[in-house]
């Protein structure tokens, strides 16, 4: 009788390339603008996009809009791009 493997998926699951594995820890942003990727579950995404089509209005100023205003809750300055926008919205 032939010995079996103590792990059954063999070799087919181990990696061919010695990578190091990606990193989670923040890294310093540079530039004007920084990019930051937001995850949603595919339903919540679904309700985000169909709320910005009906107010005409980006994922990114809802998202924006979001986070200004929990600044705004903790007694914080809001986000500078908010501000902009709501002085630029009461001049039109």
Known sequence: MAKQDANPLGKFAQRKTS???????????????VAVPARFSRDDWNRLSDYARKSRI?????????????LED???????????????????
């Open 19 to 33: 990578r190091p594995p990606r990193s989670i820890a923040p890294t310093k942003a540079a530039g004007e603008v």
């Open 58 to 70: 980006s994922l990114q100023a809802l998202i924006e809009h979001g986070c200004s205003r929990i």
């Open 74 to 92: 903790d007694g914080l300055k809001p986000l500078a791009a908010v501000v902009a926008r709501h002085r630029d919205a009461k001049a039109a």
